[in-house]
């Protein structure tokens, strides 16, 4: 069984930066596709970034050029580093872990954006 705990949410003001931080226990963490999504009030939870057991990453255009997915394997840890943060950008962040068709999502970190 796989557990995955974020941290790293928090208020910050418009243009202000975040990390956040997905620990994940268990054994696939090496080997697993891990993203972050978040969810808004009243909408749906949508992709923010993935990165793949290779290092490939995706992006929603939304946050392009202003958000960093990142993994260290030696410390079963994703990382998403955020830059000029929006009020729009205000959710709470979950981290996923996917490997074959098994996914695993941590309890989510609230991340508010003031304006």
């Known amino acids: 069984q796989v557990q995955l705990v974020e941290s790293g949410g928090g208020l910050v003001q418009a243009g202000g930066s975040l990390r956040l931080s997905c620990a994940a226990s268990?054994?696939?963490?090496?080997?697993?596709?891990m993203a972050w999504y978040r969810q808004a009030p009243g909408k749906q939870r949508e992709l923010v970034a993935s990165i793949s057991s290779s290092g490939g990453t995706v992006y929603a255009d939304s946050v392009k050029g202003r958000f960093t997915i990142s993994r260290d394997n030696a410390r079963n840890t994703a990382y998403l580093q955020m830059f000029n943060l929006k009020p729009e950008d205000t959710a709470v962040y979950y981290c996923?872990?996917?490997?074959?068709?098994?996914?695993?999502w941590g309890q989510g970190t609230q991340v508010t954006v003031s304006s």
């Open positions: 996923k872990a996917t490997l074959s068709r098994d996914s695993y």
């Open positions: 268990g054994s696939i963490f090496g080997v697993s596709t």
